[in-house]
């Protein structure tokens, strides 16, 4: 896995480093993002909005980075995870709750035009943070 941590354009509570340094805090390995793993699970859930055809670079980093930021315990987490099963289910609950809770599935209209959220977009740092603080729920 690669160290290389990305520049964001949004500020983020969680810093690349601050997030491999949780990462490589216990004595086994955290396990690596499953990344085809929770794609089949944003299709499952969310199967109108985009699917990326191309998953790598910049868009799998920042999926790598929500995928060990969630792991945390916090309010949104209590429990947090430590395996690739517990973060599944997670991960699998978070897209249901897009899903079912939120006006993202639906879009936005705008001035004629209309939008709707990607993948790309969901694991963005500042867009994630919008979304466990419930800012687009119904």
Not at 23 to 41: D, E, M, N, R, V
Not at 56 to 74: C, D, F, H
Not at 98 to 110: R, V, Y
Request: glycine share 6%; proline share 9%; net charge positive.
């Amino acid at each position: 896995d690669k160290q290389n941590p990305t520049p964001s354009s949004s500020s983020s509570s969680s810093s690349s480093e601050e997030i491999d340094a949780y990462a490589s805090k216990s004595g086994t390995a955290f396990p690596p993002c499953p990344h085809q793993q929770i794609l089949k699970l944003y299709a499952k859930h969310l199967p109108h909005l985009a699917q990326p055809r191309i998953w790598e670079g910049n868009r799998a980093a920042m999926l790598r980075q929500r995928w060990v930021q969630s792991a945390k315990p916090s309010p949104y987490s209590p429990s947090g995870y430590k395996t690739t099963e517990e973060g599944l289910v997670w991960w699998d609950a978070f897209f249901g709750y897009i899903a079912k809770q939120t006006k993202l599935p639906n879009g936005f209209e705008s001035n004629g035009r209309s939008w709707k959220p990607d993948l790309e977009w969901i694991v963005t740092a500042g867009n994630f943070a919008k979304i466990i603080d419930g800012k687009y729920e119904k």
